[in-house]
């Protein structure tokens, strides 16, 4: 059914990958994050390679092997943008397959924190939108992916960001099923394009939503 890898459909194309988790400090021992693999943007980034694509990955912390990619590690959503940022006008597409982390800590604190008796606050200062910023400056010839995953109302959520964050495609998970989400291989999708098309898919391997994922960018 997928040929086209074969066929390096995506010959010479610029495309930039985000992925895994961030890493937001607290103190010098400790972090907020999330359970992000980083699994569904290394399928993704795999596939372009495949198909002949120029791939620059920018990941998160992930125990992944992307030595075959241009590889910018990074670890605070602060540093993702930043990279990205750096990259962006010179791609002709950019997946946002990362989980990055909405809030880091208003302050790192230089030292350990201590034990209190009382209970303890953190407080959080948001991150930036990576997706929404570059969605911003986005040129007419770029094409934007994004991924959402929601536990109620998925489609109006999905589509709504698409639209906020100026994307072409948003590819939503299905949160509810089983064997789709962060830590299994597989993954049941929807994917919305801009334009109102949607292509939804079974519980299939994630190999196998990255190259739906690269047909559905291919048919337009
Ligand atoms: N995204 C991003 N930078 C952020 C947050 C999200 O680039 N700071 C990207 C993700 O990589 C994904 C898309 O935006 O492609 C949607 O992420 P999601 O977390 O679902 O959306 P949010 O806008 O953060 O909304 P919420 O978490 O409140 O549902
Ligand atoms: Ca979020």
Redo the contacts with the bound molecule.
Sequence with gaps: EFFFNRKKDFLGKRVLI?LGPTQENIDPVRFISNHSSGKMGFEIAKAFQHAGAIVSVVAGPVHLDLSQFTTHRVTS?NEMFEVANRLHSEQDICV???A?A?YAPSEIAKEKIKKLDSEAVIHLKK?????LELGRKKKPNQLHI????ETEQEER?ALE?LHK?NLDWIVLNSARDEGAGFKVDTNKVSIFHSSGRVTHSAVIPKSEVAQLILNEIKLG
Excluded: Q, R
């Design positions: 985000t959503a946002f397959a990362a990055v909405d991150n930036p939108d990576i997706a994004g991924f959402a995953l959520y960001k964050k």
